[in-house]
């Protein structure tokens, strides 16, 4: 089944194979053609095959017409389905290294060694990087630009493998991180999956609400609720394949809101403040840019700026002029007007800096609200 040894197989990737041209599948892709890789692609569904080629995610793959194995494939299917699919790319010697994307690792890695995969060219692996749409329309190049790629080997990989699809993580512009299935899957329950759920049960209350409740719908149910947005069947299929130690972390969440609604009914507040105290705390440790620990200390600066083209790109030329780095930004329309606010975040003493050098450059700025 296997290809090469692990002394003969090449760690610069040239060619890629992507099996299954959905959101993730194209967006690596994506990335890899913009990095000058050679990729063929290969999916069922024709018209998904199509619109990732017209997209300039890659070429169909012609096995008649290739001479030699793929450097990788990348399998991008449903975790149900990537044994078998595995197991038949690996007997066609589709490629000298394999990897996949699913969101489950334990489940996945057992099928395929029951399936009789060869586990030393089989490296699992999940980009954590996704969107609430699906389908190659949806598709980005950056889609990981910065975000960790686990990658879950066991120790039947051998280290070319493993360093095949670390190049691959690197290609894609994510940070690799190395750690064995059970724990990528209970790490990924309580950052990906518990979310998910949490958001779709805020959502669904949604559905009781009259208009009104509606109209007065602001940013933060957005962002609660965004990734509630994601197919329904989909994740029906990721939440069973990771069933335990979701439950485990929802049961949790589950404790800490009947604690708070049963404070509230009882006109208590002690349990909402540890709980709200906990939350705050809690999302001060997920980690900034370039997987720094989050700095609690950056400085909001809102500056107005009018809705039109050019407008972001400018305030950004005149902050790069005052020398100074903004370290994320936030946009908040201001709904039926021609204008909205910009909340620059920036160390504590760049703030005098930049305050004074878009006040005179003619912004309209706000430090301190």
Known sequence: MSNGTAGDRRTDLRRVTVVGTGLIGTSIALALRGRGVDVTLSDPDAASLRLACD????????????????DLAVIAAPPAVIPSVLREAQNRGLAQVYTDVASVKASVLREAERAGCDMATFVPGHPMGGREKQGPGAARADLFLGRSWALCPTG???????????????????DPLVLDGDAHDRAVALVSHVPHVASSAVAARLLGGDETALALAGQGVRDVTRIAGGDPRMWEEILTHNAAPVARVLSEVAADLAA???????????????????????????????????????????????????SLGRLFAAAATAGVNIEDVRIEHSPGLPLGVAELYVLPEAVDVLAEALSADGWSVHPGV
Not at 55 to 70: F, S
Not at 156 to 174: H, I, M, N, Q, Y
Request: charged content about 25%; aromatic content about 2%.
């Open 55 to 70: 997209l300039g995610a890659g070429r169909p793959l012609d096995e008649a017409t290739e001479t030699a194995p793929a």
């Open 260 to 310: 708070a609604a049963e404070a509230l009914a009882d006109h208590t507040t002690e349990p909402v403040r540890d709980l709200l105290e906990r939350g705050r705390s809690g999302h001060g440790r997920i980690p900034g840019k370039h997987g720094s620990v989050r700095r609690p200390e950056y400085t909001v600066i809102p500056v107005v700026i009018p809705d039109e083209p050019g």
């Open 156 to 174: 039947k990989a051998d280290p070319g493998s493993v360093a095949a699809v670390t190049e691959l993580a690197r290609l894609c512009g994510a």
